[in-house]
């Protein structure tokens, strides 16, 4: 991941719906934080999973449902909000006395069911016989989603924090 922007570029960084995808968690975080300003505000919405105690592990369960949607949406390993957080306290160049997380989990969650419930229809389901496996598998992992989401282990994080002045 080597973004094609120079060092300390934008004023405002703001990454959706990215961070589930990068392989290498710390590098991301890196690019993101090398090509904000001084002062920029750094903005990552992303899926994570439940936040665990020191020592905790995923349950058994848990990770099996992980490891389905990972491979309908060839996502790599998952991780927290904790652990974005971990990343960016091991910045020298991020002010972490700005940082701000949220748990956006009940803003998402009616979006899933909405989505869901406008394909249930002849028509939808048609168009999705006819897209191939790939789209297939994909919609199936909405369901997967939608049941991340009512056990507590998806959550859709939303994490703030500012690039230091120096």
């Known amino acids: 991941l080597e973004m094609p922007f ?12 990215s961070g589930e995808h990068m392989p290498d968690k710390s590098k991301f975080m890196g690019e993101l934080t090398r090509v904000a300003k001084p002062g920029a505000t750094i903005i990552l919405c992303t899926w994570v999973h439940r936040d665990l105690e020191e020592g905790e592990e995923l349950t058994r369960k ?3 449902l992980l490891a389905k949607i990972n491979r309908a949406y060839y996502l790599p390993p ?11 306290a091991e910045s020298p160049s991020v002010d972490m006395k700005t940082l701000k997380v949220d748990d956006w989990s009940y803003v998402i969650a009616p979006f899933w069911k909405a989505v869901i419930k406008s394909s249930l229809n002849a ?3 048609l168009g999705l ?5 790939s ?5 199936w992992a909405m369901f997967l989603m939608l049941r991340g989401f009512n056990v507590g282990l998806i959550k859709f994080g939303v994490i703030s924090v500012k690039k230091s002045d120096n």
């Open 123 to 125: 028509r939808s389901v």
């Open 129 to 133: 016989l006819k897209s191939g496996f």
């Open 6 to 17: 120079a060092d300390s570029s934008f004023d405002l960084v703001w990454s959706l719906e």
């Open 135 to 139: 789209t297939m598998r994909g919609a």
């Open 62 to 64: 848990e990770q099996r």
């Open 78 to 88: 998952w991780c927290s909000s904790k652990d974005y957080q971990k990343l960016l």
